[in-house]
Structure formats: C-alpha cells, structure tokens
C-alpha cells in the first residue's frame, strides 16, 4: 500500500492504493469479532491490561453503543438517512487506510467485502466520490477543510455534520 499526494479541487488529500499480493490477504474473520470495538484485543491482552481495560468499562460501553449506531448490520435507507452500510464502511474503511491502523483496515474491509453498492449510477459514484475525498481530508488534514470542500458535500446532497 503506497501513499500518494494529489491536488483536486484545490485541496491536497490522500489517496491509498492497493495492490492485490500474497502477504496480506483479506481476514474474513475479522467482521465477526465478538467485540468490534477492541477489535480482539482483550484475548491477547495480558493481566495489567486486562485489568486497565476492565476499570474503563463504562468509556468501552459507550464506545461500543456509538459503533453500533453508527454501523448497524441493517439500515432502513430513507429521506433523511441516506448513508447505507456500504457508504459508512466504506468511509471507514477510507479513513483507516489514511491513519494506518491495520487491524480497522482488515476489519472493516471484511465487513464491506459481502455488501454490493446500492447504486451504481454516475450520480451515486459521483456522491460516494465526495463523500471519500472528504473522510480522506478530515482523517489526514483537517484544518485544511474550507468552504468549497463543505459546499461540495451540500452540492452530492450531504452536510458536513
């Protein structure tokens, strides 16, 4: 995976490219995490972190409930949520290829790889396009967000909230 810089729309953002190779193949087993939160963290944890990540249960339980708001297996898709799951795990899964953490990159490619694009007009390429460019920036620089890449997002009929 190489990192590239492209200037679009006057805006610098990553762009992550893979390649397909033998060393780093996809784990399915990945979207079935009991908790996909930790990501499996606490069956190798040792006893101190165990016991660390025991006394932060509560932040856990909250983390763990905004994970499922934000990335249900089902969304009922309508005039107000517009986002199906194969947008927001595509999101994510853009915004962790940006930061590097290897263990989001496989989980959420794992989840993503069985869901089909509910659309595959230019229209929908076009809103995904956007909706990408903009994780991109907001996970790489985020000071760099200015009123045009805002307005793009309104243009594919997003907010940036």
Not at 55 to 77: C, N
Not at 125 to 131: G, K, P, S, T, V
């Amino acid at each position: 995976m190489e990192r590239l810089r492209r200037q679009h729309n006057a805006q610098w953002y990553h762009e992550t490219q893979s390649s397909v190779r033998g060393d780093a193949p996809l784990e399915p087993q990945a979207a079935t995490l009991r908790d996909r939160f930790l990501l499996g963290l606490g069956a190798f944890a040792d006893e101190a972190l165990n016991s660390a990540l025991s006394a932060r249960a509560g932040v856990f339980s909250a983390s763990l409930a905004g994970y499922h708001a934000l990335f249900p297996d089902q969304v009922p898709l309508s005039r107000y949520v517009t986002l199906s799951p194969y947008d927001r795990l595509s999101t994510a899964l853009t915004v962790a290829q940006v930061t590097g953490v290897q263990s989001l990159c496989s989980h959420y490619a794992a989840r993503l790889a069985p869901l089909h694009s509910p659309d595959a007009s230019r229209e929908s390429n076009i809103r995904l396009a956007q909706i990408t460019q903009y994780a991109r920036q907001l996970a790489s620089q985020p000071t760099l967000i200015c009123r045009k890449a805002l307005q793009q997002l309104a243009d594919v009929g997003l907010s940036p909230a």
